[in-house]
Protein backbone atom coordinates (compact mmCIF):
# COMPACT_ATOMS: atom_id res chain seq x y z
CA UNK A 1 0.00 0.00 0.00
CA UNK A 2 2.55 2.29 0.94
CA UNK A 3 4.80 1.49 -2.47
CA UNK A 4 1.50 2.33 -4.25
CA UNK A 5 1.04 5.65 -2.26
CA UNK A 6 4.98 6.34 -2.73
CA UNK A 7 4.43 5.95 -6.69
CA UNK A 8 1.43 8.24 -6.71
CA UNK A 9 3.03 11.38 -5.24
CA UNK A 10 6.08 10.38 -7.83
CA UNK A 11 3.85 10.41 -10.66
CA UNK A 12 2.19 13.81 -9.23
CA UNK A 13 5.13 15.78 -8.23
CA UNK A 14 6.91 14.35 -12.31
CA UNK A 15 3.49 15.20 -14.21
CA UNK A 16 2.20 18.69 -11.56
CA UNK A 17 4.10 21.14 -13.90
CA UNK A 18 2.38 20.27 -16.85
CA UNK A 19 -1.03 20.68 -15.34
CA UNK A 20 -0.15 24.39 -14.79
CA UNK A 21 1.15 24.96 -18.46
CA UNK A 22 -2.17 25.92 -19.57
CA UNK A 23 -2.38 28.39 -17.04
CA UNK A 24 1.08 29.77 -18.18
CA UNK A 25 -0.14 29.98 -21.85
CA UNK A 26 -2.89 32.09 -21.09
CA UNK A 27 -0.96 34.64 -18.74
CA UNK A 28 1.79 34.62 -22.16
CA UNK A 29 -1.39 35.51 -24.05
CA UNK A 30 -2.77 38.13 -22.07
CA UNK A 31 0.44 39.46 -21.88
CA UNK A 32 0.72 40.27 -25.84
CA UNK A 33 -2.69 41.35 -25.74
CA UNK A 34 -2.21 44.19 -23.34
CA UNK A 35 1.46 45.11 -25.01
CA UNK A 36 -0.99 45.69 -28.40
CA UNK A 37 -2.78 47.65 -26.43
CA UNK A 38 -0.39 50.13 -25.65
CA UNK A 39 1.00 50.46 -29.15
CA UNK A 40 -2.28 51.72 -29.91
CA UNK A 41 -2.68 53.96 -26.73
CA UNK A 42 0.82 56.05 -28.09
CA UNK A 43 -1.57 58.49 -29.60
CA UNK A 44 -3.07 59.34 -26.33
CA UNK A 45 -0.28 59.05 -23.92
CA UNK A 46 3.36 60.19 -24.34
CA UNK A 47 6.12 58.29 -24.20
CA UNK A 48 6.70 58.52 -20.40
CA UNK A 49 3.05 57.35 -19.16
CA UNK A 50 3.60 54.50 -21.88
CA UNK A 51 6.85 53.24 -20.52
CA UNK A 52 5.39 53.62 -16.79
CA UNK A 53 2.39 51.25 -17.91
CA UNK A 54 4.56 48.81 -18.93
CA UNK A 55 6.61 48.61 -15.78
CA UNK A 56 3.16 48.33 -14.20
CA UNK A 57 2.93 45.43 -11.34
CA UNK A 58 0.35 43.58 -13.35
CA UNK A 59 2.21 43.35 -16.20
CA UNK A 60 5.86 42.70 -14.44
CA UNK A 61 4.15 39.79 -13.11
CA UNK A 62 2.59 38.12 -15.75
CA UNK A 63 6.12 38.45 -17.65
CA UNK A 64 7.31 36.59 -14.64
CA UNK A 65 4.92 33.74 -15.22
CA UNK A 66 5.66 33.96 -18.60
CA UNK A 67 9.49 33.43 -17.90
CA UNK A 68 8.74 30.50 -15.42
CA UNK A 69 6.30 28.64 -17.88
CA UNK A 70 9.66 29.21 -20.20
CA UNK A 71 11.52 27.64 -17.74
CA UNK A 72 9.22 24.69 -16.85
CA UNK A 73 9.24 23.64 -21.09
CA UNK A 74 12.90 23.85 -21.03
CA UNK A 75 13.89 21.48 -18.35
CA UNK A 76 10.74 18.92 -19.66
CA UNK A 77 12.74 19.80 -23.15
CA UNK A 78 15.94 18.47 -21.26
CA UNK A 79 14.33 15.40 -19.90
CA UNK A 80 13.20 14.27 -22.80
CA UNK A 81 16.97 14.70 -24.75
CA UNK A 82 17.92 12.49 -22.00
CA UNK A 83 15.51 9.98 -22.53
CA UNK A 84 13.75 10.95 -19.58
CA UNK A 85 16.45 10.92 -17.07
CA UNK A 86 16.43 14.04 -14.90
CA UNK A 87 19.89 15.62 -14.16
CA UNK A 88 21.30 17.42 -11.06
CA UNK A 89 24.11 19.43 -9.69
CA UNK A 90 26.19 16.76 -7.00
CA UNK A 91 25.90 17.80 -3.48
CA UNK A 92 28.87 18.80 -1.31
CA UNK A 93 28.74 15.09 0.00
CA UNK A 94 28.58 13.68 -3.30
CA UNK A 95 31.73 15.39 -4.64
CA UNK A 96 33.64 13.88 -1.77
CA UNK A 97 33.17 11.38 -3.03
CA UNK A 98 34.08 11.83 -6.08
CA UNK A 99 30.96 12.65 -8.22
CA UNK A 100 31.22 15.43 -11.10
CA UNK A 101 29.55 16.04 -14.12
CA UNK A 102 29.05 13.41 -16.83
CA UNK A 103 30.34 13.72 -20.35
CA UNK A 104 27.39 13.41 -22.98
CA UNK A 105 28.35 10.75 -25.13
CA UNK A 106 29.04 11.04 -29.24
CA UNK A 107 27.84 14.77 -29.44
CA UNK A 108 28.13 16.88 -32.33
CA UNK A 109 31.56 18.78 -32.66
CA UNK A 110 31.32 22.50 -30.35
CA UNK A 111 28.04 20.99 -28.41
CA UNK A 112 29.41 18.26 -26.02
CA UNK A 113 28.86 19.34 -22.50
CA UNK A 114 28.47 17.92 -18.95
CA UNK A 115 25.69 17.33 -16.80
CA UNK A 116 24.57 16.66 -13.28
CA UNK A 117 24.16 13.33 -11.98
CA UNK A 118 21.11 11.63 -12.72
CA UNK A 119 18.56 12.04 -9.58
CA UNK A 120 18.60 8.58 -9.04
CA UNK A 121 22.00 6.74 -9.14
CA UNK A 122 22.91 3.76 -10.80
CA UNK A 123 23.94 1.07 -9.11
CA UNK A 124 28.13 1.36 -9.25
CA UNK A 125 27.69 4.91 -7.95
CA UNK A 126 24.98 4.71 -5.34
CA UNK A 127 26.06 4.64 -1.41
CA UNK A 128 22.38 3.87 -0.40
CA UNK A 129 21.97 0.67 0.04
CA UNK A 130 18.18 -0.19 -0.26
CA UNK A 131 17.39 3.57 -0.31
CA UNK A 132 19.42 3.66 -3.54
CA UNK A 133 17.24 0.34 -4.61
CA UNK A 134 13.88 1.63 -4.20
CA UNK A 135 14.63 5.35 -5.49
CA UNK A 136 15.60 3.36 -9.17
CA UNK A 137 12.38 1.65 -8.93
CA UNK A 138 10.21 4.73 -9.11
CA UNK A 139 12.57 7.01 -10.80
CA UNK A 140 14.19 6.94 -14.78
CA UNK A 141 17.98 6.27 -14.35
CA UNK A 142 20.79 5.69 -17.12
CA UNK A 143 24.30 4.79 -16.74
CA UNK A 144 25.83 6.77 -19.61
CA UNK A 145 24.90 10.29 -20.49
CA UNK A 146 23.00 9.35 -24.05
CA UNK A 147 20.78 11.47 -25.27
CA UNK A 148 17.36 10.44 -27.38
CA UNK A 149 16.29 11.41 -30.84
CA UNK A 150 16.35 15.15 -31.22
CA UNK A 151 13.76 15.50 -33.57
CA UNK A 152 11.05 14.67 -30.65
CA UNK A 153 12.89 17.87 -29.05
CA UNK A 154 11.36 20.05 -31.61
CA UNK A 155 8.21 20.92 -30.59
CA UNK A 156 9.36 21.65 -27.11
CA UNK A 157 11.98 23.72 -28.69
CA UNK A 158 9.09 25.94 -30.32
CA UNK A 159 6.50 25.86 -27.26
CA UNK A 160 9.67 27.07 -25.21
CA UNK A 161 10.62 29.92 -27.61
CA UNK A 162 6.91 31.30 -27.58
CA UNK A 163 7.01 31.90 -24.13
CA UNK A 164 10.18 33.31 -24.74
CA UNK A 165 11.66 34.43 -27.86
CA UNK A 166 14.96 35.93 -26.84
CA UNK A 167 16.42 32.05 -26.23
CA UNK A 168 19.24 32.26 -29.06
CA UNK A 169 20.39 29.13 -28.65
CA UNK A 170 16.98 27.66 -28.91
CA UNK A 171 17.15 28.99 -32.53
CA UNK A 172 20.55 27.78 -33.55
CA UNK A 173 20.05 24.06 -32.11
CA UNK A 174 16.10 23.66 -32.99
CA UNK A 175 17.14 24.61 -36.77
CA UNK A 176 20.06 22.15 -36.57
CA UNK A 177 17.74 19.14 -35.34
CA UNK A 178 14.83 20.33 -37.98
CA UNK A 179 17.79 20.51 -41.21
CA UNK A 180 19.67 17.68 -40.33
CA UNK A 181 17.70 14.78 -38.61
CA UNK A 182 13.75 15.91 -39.33
CA UNK A 183 15.54 16.86 -43.41
CA UNK A 184 13.27 20.08 -43.12
CA UNK A 185 15.21 22.81 -43.93
CA UNK A 186 12.29 24.92 -44.88
CA UNK A 187 11.02 24.80 -41.62
CA UNK A 188 14.36 25.65 -40.26
CA UNK A 189 14.69 28.67 -42.41
CA UNK A 190 11.80 30.04 -40.75
CA UNK A 191 12.44 29.32 -37.77
CA UNK A 192 15.85 31.13 -38.34
CA UNK A 193 14.38 34.10 -39.66
CA UNK A 194 12.08 34.37 -36.76
CA UNK A 195 15.23 34.26 -34.45
CA UNK A 196 16.90 37.20 -36.27
CA UNK A 197 13.37 39.28 -35.90
CA UNK A 198 13.06 39.01 -32.57
CA UNK A 199 17.11 39.11 -31.77
CA UNK A 200 18.36 41.62 -34.17
CA UNK A 201 22.00 41.70 -32.41
CA UNK A 202 22.33 37.74 -32.17
CA UNK A 203 25.74 36.69 -34.20
CA UNK A 204 24.64 32.72 -33.34
CA UNK A 205 21.08 32.87 -35.04
CA UNK A 206 22.65 34.51 -38.00
CA UNK A 207 26.21 32.45 -38.06
CA UNK A 208 23.28 29.46 -38.21
CA UNK A 209 21.21 31.24 -41.07
CA UNK A 210 24.16 31.52 -43.48
CA UNK A 211 25.08 28.03 -42.57
CA UNK A 212 21.30 26.77 -43.63
CA UNK A 213 21.65 28.34 -46.66
CA UNK A 214 24.96 27.52 -48.17
CA UNK A 215 24.56 23.66 -47.40
CA UNK A 216 20.77 23.24 -48.19
CA UNK A 217 19.82 25.38 -51.14
CA UNK A 218 18.91 22.62 -53.08
CA UNK A 219 16.35 21.47 -50.71
CA UNK A 220 15.51 25.16 -50.12
CA UNK A 221 14.73 25.69 -53.84
CA UNK A 222 17.59 28.23 -54.48
CA UNK A 223 20.30 28.34 -56.86
CA UNK A 224 23.53 28.31 -55.78
CA UNK A 225 23.89 31.87 -56.73
CA UNK A 226 21.01 32.97 -54.77
CA UNK A 227 22.31 31.04 -51.51
CA UNK A 228 25.68 32.71 -51.50
CA UNK A 229 24.76 35.66 -51.94
CA UNK A 230 22.13 36.04 -49.04
CA UNK A 231 24.95 33.37 -47.02
CA UNK A 232 27.03 36.18 -47.40
CA UNK A 233 24.94 39.12 -46.67
CA UNK A 234 23.67 37.19 -43.57
CA UNK A 235 27.53 36.47 -42.50
CA UNK A 236 28.81 39.96 -43.32
CA UNK A 237 26.25 41.45 -40.70
CA UNK A 238 26.81 38.41 -38.34
CA UNK A 239 30.58 39.03 -37.99
CA UNK A 240 31.11 42.68 -36.72
CA UNK A 241 28.32 41.63 -34.03
CA UNK A 242 29.91 38.68 -32.56
CA UNK A 243 33.14 41.02 -32.50
CA UNK A 244 31.37 43.52 -30.69
CA UNK A 245 29.98 41.06 -28.41
CA UNK A 246 33.44 39.59 -27.57
CA UNK A 247 34.35 43.01 -26.85
CA UNK A 248 31.39 43.64 -24.49
CA UNK A 249 32.24 40.06 -22.64
CA UNK A 250 35.68 40.84 -22.64
CA UNK A 251 35.34 44.37 -20.62
CA UNK A 252 33.48 42.51 -18.08
CA UNK A 253 36.19 39.60 -17.78
CA UNK A 254 33.98 37.14 -19.27
CA UNK A 255 33.91 34.80 -22.47
CA UNK A 256 32.19 32.81 -25.62
CA UNK A 257 31.86 29.49 -24.26
CA UNK A 258 32.74 26.62 -26.79
CA UNK A 259 29.96 26.83 -28.96
CA UNK A 260 29.91 30.46 -29.64
CA UNK A 261 33.40 29.94 -30.03
CA UNK A 262 32.69 27.41 -32.75
CA UNK A 263 30.12 29.97 -34.50
CA UNK A 264 32.41 32.56 -34.48
CA UNK A 265 34.74 31.09 -36.38
CA UNK A 266 32.85 29.27 -38.95
CA UNK A 267 30.93 32.47 -39.63
CA UNK A 268 34.28 33.48 -41.09
CA UNK A 269 34.67 29.94 -42.95
CA UNK A 270 31.71 30.00 -44.41
CA UNK A 271 31.64 33.46 -45.44
CA UNK A 272 34.89 33.43 -46.96
CA UNK A 273 33.46 29.66 -49.14
CA UNK A 274 30.20 31.83 -50.06
CA UNK A 275 32.90 34.89 -51.71
CA UNK A 276 34.70 32.51 -52.93
CA UNK A 277 31.77 30.59 -54.65
CA UNK A 278 30.68 33.75 -55.85
CA UNK A 279 34.29 34.95 -58.01
CA UNK A 280 35.00 37.96 -55.21
CA UNK A 281 38.16 36.54 -54.29
CA UNK A 282 40.08 39.32 -53.19
CA UNK A 283 36.85 39.77 -50.34
CA UNK A 284 37.53 36.16 -49.61
CA UNK A 285 40.64 36.15 -49.23
CA UNK A 286 40.66 39.43 -46.67
CA UNK A 287 37.98 37.48 -44.72
CA UNK A 288 40.48 34.51 -44.60
CA UNK A 289 42.95 36.64 -43.15
CA UNK A 290 41.20 38.59 -40.48
CA UNK A 291 39.28 35.33 -39.48
CA UNK A 292 42.79 33.45 -39.34
CA UNK A 293 44.18 36.61 -36.87
CA UNK A 294 41.66 36.66 -34.74
CA UNK A 295 40.53 33.08 -34.13
CA UNK A 296 44.00 31.20 -34.98
CA UNK A 297 41.16 28.73 -36.75
CA UNK A 298 43.29 26.70 -39.60
CA UNK A 299 40.64 26.01 -41.95
CA UNK A 300 40.78 29.50 -42.78
CA UNK A 301 44.33 28.81 -44.14
CA UNK A 302 43.07 26.23 -46.14
CA UNK A 303 40.45 28.21 -47.10
CA UNK A 304 42.99 30.90 -48.31
CA UNK A 305 44.90 28.40 -50.04
CA UNK A 306 41.66 27.24 -52.00
CA UNK A 307 40.51 31.17 -53.04
CA UNK A 308 43.56 31.57 -54.19
CA UNK A 309 43.66 28.62 -56.47
CA UNK A 310 40.41 29.44 -57.85
CA UNK A 311 41.66 33.19 -58.43
CA UNK A 312 44.55 32.21 -60.74
CA UNK A 313 42.49 29.77 -62.48
CA UNK A 314 43.67 26.62 -60.92
CA UNK A 315 41.60 23.45 -60.35
CA UNK A 316 43.14 20.34 -58.75
CA UNK A 317 41.56 17.84 -56.46
CA UNK A 318 41.63 20.51 -53.37
CA UNK A 319 39.80 23.05 -54.98
CA UNK A 320 37.05 21.03 -56.77
CA UNK A 321 35.90 19.73 -53.57
CA UNK A 322 35.26 23.15 -51.57
CA UNK A 323 33.37 20.83 -48.79
CA UNK A 324 37.51 19.39 -48.14
CA UNK A 325 37.32 22.50 -45.33
CA UNK A 326 33.84 22.26 -43.85
CA UNK A 327 34.09 20.87 -40.39
CA UNK A 328 31.96 17.75 -39.97
CA UNK A 329 29.12 18.21 -37.29
CA UNK A 330 29.45 14.99 -35.89
CA UNK A 331 32.87 13.59 -34.99
CA UNK A 332 33.86 10.94 -32.53
CA UNK A 333 33.56 11.58 -28.67
CA UNK A 334 37.66 11.42 -28.78
CA UNK A 335 38.35 12.64 -32.02
CA UNK A 336 40.81 15.57 -31.59
CA UNK A 337 39.22 19.03 -33.09
CA UNK A 338 41.01 22.14 -34.50
CA UNK A 339 39.27 24.75 -32.79
CA UNK A 340 42.11 27.58 -32.69
CA UNK A 341 42.63 29.97 -29.72
CA UNK A 342 38.93 31.29 -30.25
CA UNK A 343 39.82 34.02 -28.34
Not at 268 to 274: D, E, I
Request: glycine share 6%; charged share 30%.
Amino acid sequence: MNRKKTIRYALFSKYFPLVLLPGFALCGLLAQHFQGKFETMRVSYSATEIEAAKESIALSLMGQIQLTAQSLVWLKTLEYLHNGVAYRMPTNAEEERGFRAQNAVGMAAGLDHQDGVPLALNEELDWRGPVGKFHRAIVPYMPNHRHSDPVELIPWYELALRFNPNIERLYSMGAFFMADFAQQPERALKLLEAGIAANPWSFEVRGALGRLLFEKYEQLALSEEQAYERAAVVLSQAIPLEKKEKERLEKKKKHFDDYEKQIFRENYLFLARALTELGRFDEALAVCDEGHEVTGYNHLKVQRRITGRRMSGEEDEETSHPSSVNEKKTVAPDAPEDKGDGE
